[in-house]
């Protein structure tokens, strides 16, 4: 029997250099308001394994997720069929043929912090990454996120998106006002392409600096389902 949608089930993706964990205070907040949570891991190797592994977790749902994307989430959610919606936060928002590295440009703010990585790849210093990622986060939550950041191997951002289904459902947009990693101009440019967008006063992280108003936009969207 599907879920009611008092009891929605939710999937959050996360962006690069993140992990699962990062999601954890918007996870619990969604769980304490009655739903049903899931977060993929991603850093499989490309944008597609990434997509699969997303849809691998949409085709076990019991009922049609709200898909929750994050930064470069939004390309990997880009391809997933099957969502009942979906909810956009300072997230890339591709339609078929385009990248997150060509949607972000060479000047994307957060170029000037990634450093490559000593064994591949590339990383965002632990220095950078308190003003660039989690600004408005409270002290103590910005240095657990700090810690939980990995390094990033090549490719996932410049992977281009196959296919769009985001594009036939019903889509909501969170632009991020003080994001310092994210233009917000362009985010704004992302946000007109979905169903609905609002500006929230917020650095990229909203997920942990503002865990119950993201957490209100969600569930919002699995009531209009």
């Not at 009611?4 to 918007?26: A, D, K, N």
């Not at 994307?69 to 078929?96: D, K, L, Q």
């Not at 003003?131 to 992977?159: M, T």
């Not at 889509?171 to 003080?178: A, F, L, R, T, W």
Request: aromatic content about 6%; charged content about 15%; some cysteine.
């Amino acid at each position: 029997m599907a879920k009611s949608v008092t009891s929605p089930e939710v999937i959050l993706v996360h962006g690069l250099y993140h992990q699962r964990q990062h999601m954890q205070p918007l996870r619990e907040t969604l769980e304490a308001r009655g739903a049903t949570v899931h977060v993929p891991r991603l850093h499989r190797g490309s944008l597609a394994a990434d997509t699969e592994a997303v849809q691998g977790v949409v085709d076990a749902c019991q009922d049609r997720p709200v898909l929750v994307a994050h930064s470069y989430g939004g390309a990997v959610t880009a391809g997933v069929e099957g969502a009942a919606s979906f909810v956009f936060m300072a997230a890339f928002t591709p339609r078929v043929g385009e990248s997150c590295a060509q949607l972000g440009g060479p000047d994307a703010p957060v170029n000037s912090a990634v450093r490559p990585h000593p064994q591949a790849g590339t990383f965002i210093p632990a220095d950078a990454a308190v003003e660039l990622f989690y600004a408005d986060c409270d002290p103590q939550a910005a240095r657990r996120a700090v810690n939980l950041l990995v390094p990033q191997a090549s490719g996932h951002g410049r992977g281009v998106v196959e296919a769009a289904p985001w594009e036939r459902s019903g889509s909501h947009y969170i632009v991020c006002s003080d994001d310092r990693a994210m233009s917000p101009a362009l985010q704004l440019r992302m946000a007109k392409r979905c169903s609905s967008h609002e500006v929230l006063s917020a650095s990229h992280s909203p997920y942990i600096s503002q865990p119950q108003y993201v957490a209100t936009a969600v569930l919002g969207r699995a009531a209009d389902r």
